[in-house]
Nanobody, 125 residues
């Protein structure tokens, strides 16, 4: 089992960039598919991006495709989300999550068994 801690959130103007990090504890990080989700006030948690255990496969929500990039460094037990061209509608709490079954292609939050505590991203117009 891994434990996840997100960082890198903050306040940024529209058009700006942020990079989120998700540090994982445990020796099995490299065997997990990893995902990023977000939840805005009054809305359901939604899928943002996912990556396979090797980093060779990625998947994005249509709303972030071309602006966000998910990556991982298994040697550092860290997952990243590079967010460019940010929009006010990207404002949310961002969560990283781990799936021990490696299902990087699944967008449902229920597929992910381990979650971080979240980091706030606020984009001002």
């Amino acid at each position: 089992q891994v434990q996840l801690v997100e960082s890198g959130g903050g306040l940024v103007q529209a058009g700006g960039s942020l990079r989120l990090s998700c540090a994982a504890s445990g020796r099995t990080f490299s065997s997990y598919a990893m995902g990023w989700f977000r939840q805005a006030p009054g809305k359901e948690r939604e899928f943002v991006a996912a990556i396979s255990w090797s980093g060779g496969n990625t998947l994005y929500a249509d709303s972030v495709k071309g602006r966000f990039t998910v990556s991982r460094d298994n040697a550092k037990n860290t997952l990243y989300l590079q967010m460019n061209s940010l929009k006010p509608e990207d404002t949310a709490v961002y969560y990283c999550a781990a799936d021990s079954l490696g299902r990087w292609y699944v967008k449902r939050s229920a597929a992910y068994g381990t979650w971080g505590q979240g980091t706030q991203v606020t984009v001002s117009s």
